[in-house]
């Protein structure tokens, strides 16, 4: 006996960790594409996203005949109604991309409306999953035009590389609505995870969403304008971060100081956020500072990377050959999108330098990088090989393993720029290399006793 009857339009990473968990907490689930050749790979278990535990997940689904995929959206209705039940819950995962003024491009929901608008049942909760400017529910419902149906937001909170963790050991459930029993009967699809409910109107769900992404970003903005401070004050970040991480108002998670934070979701959440209350006539100074902060923190690595290889704080890099270890946009994904390792990738290009990369999760072949800013290499070594600076970009912990003695005699001078503050200097220092950090002292870095 099934829990309830979901479909799950989009099988991106949301929609198909969405479908995946749903499945294995007992309820029935049908997820649609319209891309045919991604529900045949689907279908022959190839699951296309990194994402730790989710191959496994929907094999299991598919296994206990909880999971399966169809092409279309009407073809997941027809379906379930095959099988002998009605679609009780449908789940929009499809891509809304920022349009013009901080309004979703719906095209997407409204090519998935026009299609099922006919064929759902009355009665049916239709749940906004993708991150939506505030007032999309509203939207999506006139789009519908069903009195019988209702639209309700419910956000995810995945982070990429641990989305199928986040989604089984949420910190909050969080429904929108303006029908309580709609909201509730889409929280109680939730209900075996026992995680903290927020029920509310459709609108604020929506903006917690943003509200969310948008405190995270500036979290990490005054961390790294902390860590600046620290640099000119001779104070060390990873203590001072320790030391506030305690206060619980505060916690220890989202303080690591790094070459700026990117990502699919932060850049393009902030600036949402930011157009929305530009057009509400709301001059939101701290979200301007923090993006504007984040921007910078490419420049000032630049800077920290010049001044180990030049020992001057301006000038060219012509002729430096810098090794990048790191292109994604943080460890354990294969995702570029504004990736702060090429934000430094391009102004170091800039300023002249000769640039190669190695990243665990870029192959050297299918890069999809402009090879006239950077070379993708196989291995860190090869990447190395005669370097004047190599820069650590992206938090790989294989890159804490890799043989220090035998890159020092690779390279062509001995410095390491960390910007994630990932390895530990002491086994680099005694390889023979400088190692500079983010916000660190030696005396820190080095857990000298006092
Ligand atoms: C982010 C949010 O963390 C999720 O809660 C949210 O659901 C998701 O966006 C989304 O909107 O879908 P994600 O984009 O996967 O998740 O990435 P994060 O783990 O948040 O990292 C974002 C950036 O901050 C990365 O560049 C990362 O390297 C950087 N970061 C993170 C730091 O520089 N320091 C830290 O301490 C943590």
Request: aromatic share 6%; charged share 25%; hydrophobic share 45%.
């Amino acid at each position: 006996m099934f829990a309830r009857r979901i479909a799950v339009v989009g099988t991106g990473y949301v929609g198909l960790t969405t479908g995946a968990c749903l499945a294995s907490l007992g309820h029935r689930v049908i997820c649609a594409d319209v891309d045919e050749k991604k529900i045949e790979r689907l279908r022959s278990g190839e699951i296309g996203i990194r994402e730790d535990g989710l191959a496994e997940l929907v094999s299991e689904g598919v296994a206990a005949g909880r999971l399966s995929f169809v092409v279309g959206a009407a073809a997941a209705l027809d379906e379930l109604e095959r099988e002998g039940g009605r679609v009780e819950v449908m789940f929009l995962c499809v891509p809304t991309p920022m349009g013009v003024g901080g309004i979703a491009d719906l095209a997407a929901v409204e090519a998935v409306i026009e299609e099922v608008r006919d064929a759902l049942p009355a009665g049916v909760v239709v749940v906004n999953k993708s991150t939506v400017p505030v007032g999309t529910a509203v939207r999506t419902a006139e789009l519908l035009e069903r009195d019988d149906v209702v639209v309700v937001s419910n956000p995810e909170f995945l982070r990429e590389g641990s989305a199928v963790h986040d989604f089984l050991n949420p910190d909050r459930i969080v429904v929108g609505s303006s029908s309580q029993d709609a909201a509730e009967r889409v929280a109680a699809l939730y209900a075996r995870l026992g995680a903290p409910m927020v029920l509310t109107d459709a609108a604020s769900s929506e903006m917690i969403k943003y509200a969310a992404n948008c405190f995270l970003a500036m979290k990490l903005s005054y961390v790294n304008a902390i860590a600046e401070l620290c640099e000119r004050l001779d104070a060390d970040v990873v203590d001072v971060t320790e030391g506030i991480g305690y206060d619980k108002r505060i916690g220890q998670a989202f303080l690591s100081p790094g070459p700026g934070w990117g990502g699919s979701c932060l850049p393009k959440d902030t600036h949402a956020l930011l157009q929305v209350a530009d057009s509400a006539d709301f001059e939101f100074r701290l979200l301007r500072a923090t993006i504007d902060t984040n921007t910078r923190q490419y420049q000032r690595m630049v800077d920290k990377i010049r001044s180990a290889v030049t020992g001057k704080r301006t000038g060219s890099l012509t002729r430096e050959r810098i090794a990048l270890l790191g292109l994604t946009f943080k460890a354990g994904t294969d995702d570029l999108r504004d990736s702060p390792a090429l934000g430094v990738a391009a102004l170091l290009k800039q300023a002249g330098a000769d640039l190669v990369a190695y990243d665990p999760g870029v192959s050297a072949d299918a890069s999809t990088i402009e090879p006239t800013l950077l070379t993708v290499a196989d291995d860190a070594y090869v990447a190395a090989k005669d370097a004047d600076a190599i820069v650590i970009l992206t938090e790989w912990p294989e890159f804490r393993a890799l043989e220090w003695t035998r890159l020092r005699e690779l390279v062509g001078r001995p410095i390491v720029v960390d910007t994630r503050n990932l390895l530990d200097p002491a086994v680099v220092q005694r390889a023979g290399f400088t190692w500079v950090g983010v916000g660190r002292t030696m005396r820190g870095a080095l857990h000298a006793s006092f």
